[in-house]
């Protein structure tokens, strides 16, 4: 394809590259007034200086060669470019834990791009743990690849899929635990997702991803997968939804959170991830796991293992995720409740106020079935629609508080519950109510 031959390249160099009937991954000698280079033709970044030819020279280094300059060039061969990792054979021990890996996409199974010059899916998880042999020794592996996507693209209906592949393999394969490989920009709606619609586990599930992408040299992909695959199969594991990541920016520990508690809370540093008004469950340092003392997990626990595990795949998707902001008007609800949403969260300031002037648009919302919750956008701390007038004002409206869940967990819990239960009173009996440790009983003072 023509895209191919020439990716990325346009104008004056487009021009010139059919003028020499040359393509990307040709190997060529360029002549020019001071020297002679020999290199590889790259695709390039397709917003970059059309006037420059991209060459990768036999040293490694990539080099840039403004067309104007040449006197000669000369075609000396060809190279095809390769960027998956060549799957390899790695010998099974039987006597070690089965884990199987599921890939979700992401960073995590992702590599550079050079037309757009970021990062693009491409490793499948056996490639990540063809990449990664010392895996091989903590369990026996098995990858499956249940989408390739970054995880802005992953919606309800993929949450559906992990789930009935979690379920298949409790019902066939009995793994001691499974990892699931996910991009990190919405991997806590995911935990969240798989925490409420999975009642008591038989095995831990872990979720693990990268803020950089494997081919990089500061890449948290191996550091975070080795210490996920350690945790799962070991015994010592709890049996529900963690996420686990790096916990400081070098390479000494990985946190593990719970999926209910956790966020992402930088964009790109690798100690991105926190538990939000508690102590994580605990960390993996050195191969060993240890656990948070229990005065410090203050999250509430939830007795629930004289029930079967039961694996629930049912969502509402017309639920809203609405953040309050200074001059917010009526009708950013009025869309919700014209298109038929069955559920709104409102991500309310400080002890999850909003407006005044949406009070008569919510009440119109309550009167046609809509729930509506709010909790706190500072993340920290409590709702408390007690305290102040305004807040009294939104109870009587109907807005249900529901402490201090994050926002993201009472938008999922709320489009789980929605999916699950007919009648409005026990929905909001429900979102009040702990299930999977989502609410706190209180918050450990912290500096910040």
């Not at 008591?200 to 990089?216: A, E, H, K």
């Not at 999926?259 to 960390?283: N, Y």
Request: proline share 5%; glycine share 8%; aromatic share 8%.
């Amino acid at each position: 394809m023509a895209e191919e031959k020439y990716a990325g390249y346009r104008g004056s160099t487009l021009d010139w590259l059919k003028k020499q009937g040359l393509e990307v991954w040709d190997e060529i000698e360029v002549t020019k007034a001071d020297s002679s280079i020999k290199g590889v033709i790259l695709p390039r970044n397709e917003l970059a200086d059309p006037n420059f030819i991209s060459l990768k020279l036999s040293t490694g280094y990539n080099i840039g060669f403004n067309i104007e300059d040449v006197l000669r060039v000369r075609k000396i061969g060809r190279f095809q470019g390769k960027y998956r990792i060549p799957k390899v054979e790695i010998a099974q021990k039987p006597a070690l834990p089965f884990v199987p890996i599921l890939g979700c996409g992401g960073t995590i199974a992702s590599r550079l791009d050079y037309q757009t010059g970021g990062t693009i899916p491409a490793l499948t998880p056996e490639e990540l743990f063809s990449s990664f042999p010392e895996i091989a020794e903590l369990a026996r592996v098995e990858t499956s690849l249940l989408f390739d996507i970054f995880s802005e693209n992953i919606s309800f209906g993929h949450y559906v899929k992990i789930l009935t592949e979690i379920e298949s393999l409790i019902q066939n394969d009995a793994p001691q635990g499974i990892v699931l490989t996910h991009g990190t920009d919405t991997l806590a709606f995911t935990a969240a997702a798989l925490s409420f619609s999975i009642t008591n586990p038989p095995f831990p599930i872990v979720i693990t991803g990268s803020q950089r992408s494997s081919d990089r040299p500061s890449s948290d992909s191996f550091f975070n997968l080795y210490n996920s695959v350690l945790y799962a199969a070991s015994p010592k594991a709890k049996k529900e939804v963690v996420v686990i990541m790096h916990e400081k920016s070098s390479d000494t520990s990985c946190t593990i959170h719970r999926g209910t508690r956790i966020r992402k809370m930088h964009s790109s540093r690798r100690d991105a991830f926190k538990t939000i008004g508690g102590s994580p469950l605990g960390r993996i340092t050195e191969r060993k796991i240890s656990f948070a003392k229990e005065e410090e997990n203050l999250s509430i626990e939830v007795e629930l293992k004289d029930k079967p595990c039961q694996i629930t795949k049912k969502f509402e998707e017309k639920v809203g995720l609405i953040y309050h902001y200074p001059g917010i008007q009526p009708g950013v609800l009025d869309y919700y409740i014209e298109a038929g949403y069955k559920g709104i969260v409102l991500a309310g300031t400080g002890l999850g106020h909003v407006s005044s002037n949406l009070i008569p648009t919510i009440k119109k919302a309550n009167e046609n079935e809509i729930v509506i919750v709010t909790t706190t956008q500072c993340l920290h701390g409590f709702t408390g629609l007690s305290v102040y007038e305004s807040g009294r004002q939104l109870q009587k409206a109907g807005v249900v508080s529901v402490f201090n869940i994050l926002p993201e967990t009472a938008y999922i819990k709320l489009a789980y519950l929605l999916g699950n239960y007919r009648k409005t009173e026990k929905i909001i009996e429900l979102m009040k109510q702990n299930l999977k440790g989502e609410i706190t009983i209180r918050e450990k003072f912290q500096e910040f």
